[in-house]
T-cell receptor
């Protein structure tokens, strides 16, 4: 099946710990995105990447880091500098230069122990 | 800051009735999209309307766009229980190159009562 796979579905972080959320796509899309969603809220952009080995900060990048070493993969690390990491994290991808219709994974719910 | 603001924040209607939700935005756009999110899941694209279009239909969905008022509406006709979800508008701002990021609104939570 073609699509976007996020893992794990649930993740728990201890104080001071860095955790990494996985996002893999087999849609051959160039662009990938990470969003944060808080309860009852819309999506806020953390980071996005339009091409391998390049990425840009979104609206709330502080306390997060990403890499884009392969077209298929765009992992997000929630660092210990992110003091309020509890949220639902969504990864998306899209074809560059077209309509920017985004395809989403099923999300990772991160909680703090 | 959020580009789009949906109205109402929550809406409950009887099955079979029509549901209308609105989205307002602040800056010029290339297109506006509507997405649906079932509880605890990812978003699914529903429909896209370009800035030079005024109305678009897809099945039971009807979207309008008024660029002079910077607003859009999504109408779902003959609602079904399975339409229960949150609906988000997303705007694609103008850019001189390639893909541009989307800015999502705060969403309308729609509940269809059987």
């Amino acid at each position: 099946d073609g699509g976007i796979t996020q893992s794990p579905k649930y993740l728990f972080r201890k104080e001071g710990q860095n955790v990494t959320l996985s996002c893999e796509q087999n849609l051959n899309h160039d662009a990938m995105y990470w969003y944060r969603q808080d309860p009852g809220q819309g999506l806020r952009l953390i980071y996005y990447s339009q091409i391998v080995n390049d990425f840009q900060k979104g609206d709330i990048a502080e306390g997060y880091s990403v890499s884009r070493e392969k077209k298929e993969s765009f992992p997000l690390t929630v660092t210990s500098a992110q003091k309020n990491p509890t949220a639902f994290y969504l990864c998306a991808s899209s074809i560059r230069g077209v309509k920017n219709i985004q395809y989403f994974g099923a999300g990772t719910r991160l909680s703090v122990l | 800051s959020q580009q789009g603001e949906e109205d109402p924040q929550a809406l409950s209607i009887q099955e079979g009735e029509n549901a209308t939700m609105n989205c307002s935005y602040k800056t010029s756009i290339n297109n506006l999209q509507w997405y649906r999110q079932n509880s605890g899941r990812g978003l699914v694209h529903l429909i896209l309307i370009r800035s030079n279009e005024r109305e678009k239909h897809s099945g039971r969905l009807r979207v309008t766009l008024d660029t002079s008022k910077k607003s859009s509406s999504l109408l779902i006709t003959a609602s079904r229980a399975a339409d229960t979800a949150s609906y988000f508008c997303a705007t694609d701002s103008r850019s001189n190159f390639g893909n541009e990021k989307l800015t999502f609104g705060t969403g309308t939570r729609l509940t269809i009562i059987p």
